[in-house]
């Protein structure tokens, strides 16, 4: 089992910054792609970005490239979501995912994941 815990959501005005924060635990050593999905309000959830096990690939969401940077400390089994000039409707629910699977195919894809955490909320608002 692989537990997930994320942090570092908030209220956060237009043009802010924040960094969200995903921990793992239990059997990280299973543990190889990671992603993060948003939902927000009334919306279905999304893919906003995903980075391989050695870090040697990293994908995002073309609302966010340019914007938010993935990466990850495997030595402290977390992931990190830098998340840079917000828009409001960058306004959502943000979760973390895990990988048990060897080849990262279709990052893009929830069911690709076998690992969810509970989410963090993220508002962007004046």
């Known amino acids: 089992q692989v537990q997930l815990v994320e942090s570092g959501g908030g209220l956060v005005q237009p043009g802010g910054s924040l960094r969200l924060s995903c921990a793992a635990s239990g059997r990280t050593y299973s543990i190889y792609g990671m992603g993060w999905f948003r939902q927000a309000p009334g919306k279905e959830r999304e893919f906003v970005s995903g980075i391989s096990r050695s870090s040697t690939i990293t994908l995002y969401a073309d609302s966010v490239k340019g914007r938010f940077t993935i990466s990850r400390d495997n030595g402290k089994n977390t992931v990190y979501l830098q998340m840079n000039s917000l828009k409001p409707e960058d306004t959502a629910i943000y979760y973390c995912?895990?990988?048990?699977?060897?080849?990262?195919?279709?990052?893009?894809?929830?069911?690709?994941?076998?690992?969810w955490g509970q989410g963090t909320q993220v508002t962007v608002s004046s």
């Open positions: 995912a895990a990988s048990l699977r060897v080849l990262f195919e279709q990052p893009t894809q929830g069911r690709s994941y076998d690992y």
